[in-house]
DNA sequence: GGATGATCATGC
DNA sequence: GCATGATCATCC
């Protein structure tokens, strides 16, 4: 991808098409549902757009400073899951600042692709929606670093545990691993190193719903 | 019905 | 284990 405006012509152009098609042109195989392929419609889009980050730990598109984030949305247009940002350090993050942490720079440009994530449709007959780019606006940024101070100010303090995903406006903290017996090093409450799960940010579906709702003109109802 | 905590696949 | 991509499954 050269540059922002092909990118987004080439997202948009897939509004419409159904995963069993791009997965034909990828030369994908669709499985029967996501329960064991729930990285699958990201995988499939990337693939669509050439993106080539890989396992790395970049944006989607770094020579564009692009995230390329898909997002399951409900016959309302409801978004049906949170959206994994980026994993959470926890060691030595007393000097970390908002203004370069991987959350800020992770959604600094996001292309959101609304995807079907009604279970009730079978996954080769689900759709892709209307791509749109979105940049925090500085209220949604203040909201986000909010968050984000508060989650990090108990981890410095050795409180990870005592975080759960009820905290948080907009920007949550939960596990994110292979299963709760994976185990990381982070801070404990005596400043000793203790043995954790691992944790991710999550944006809650409230702020995903409003930056959709805004974006396409929704209700709140329905 | 919706959110939380747990989980799945893959590459290095 | 940690990074990528997320949704599942169970609980309230």
Redesign the pocket.
């Known amino acids: 991808m050269s540059d922002l405006r092909t990118l987004f012509d080439a997202a948009s152009a897939l509004a419409g098409q159904s995963f069993a098609e791009l997965a034909d042109a990828q030369g994908m195989s669709v499985p029967a ?11 499939l ?2 693939a669509a757009l050439g ?1 080539s ?8 598109f770094p020579e564009l400073g692009v ?6 949305l ?1 016959a309302r247009g ?1 978004p ?5 940002v ?2 959470t350090p926890l060691l030595d993050v007393t000097g970390l600042n908002w203004e370069a942490s ?1 959350v800020r720079n ?1 959604l600094q440009c996001v292309l959101w ?1 609304p ?1 079907d ?1 009604r ?1 009730e449709i079978a996954l080769a007959q689900r759709t892709v929606g209307t791509a749109f780019l979105w940049q925090p606006s500085a209220a949604e940024e203040a909201q986000l670093k909010a968050d984000w101070q508060e989650h990090m100010d108990k981890i410095a303090l050795g409180q990870v545990e005592q975080i ?3 905290q948080g406006e907009v920007l ?1 903290l ?12 982070a801070v404990g409450p005596g400043g000793e190193i203790i043995q954790t ?2 944790r ?1 940010f ?1 944006l ?3 702020f995903t719903w409003a930056i959709i709702k805004r974006t396409f003109d929704l209700a709140d109802s329905n």
């Open positions: 549902d996501l329960r064991r392929h729930k990285g699958w419609v990201g995988q889009l990337e993106a980050a890989g396992s790395q730990a970049l944006q989607d995230e390329l984030k898909t997002i399951p409900d409801r049906l899951e949170t959206t994994f980026c994993t991987n992770k692709i995807i994530g279970r759960t995903a009820h949550q939960r596990p994110k691993a292979a299963n709760s017996r994976v185990l990381t090093e799960l691992p991710g999550y809650k579906t409230g």
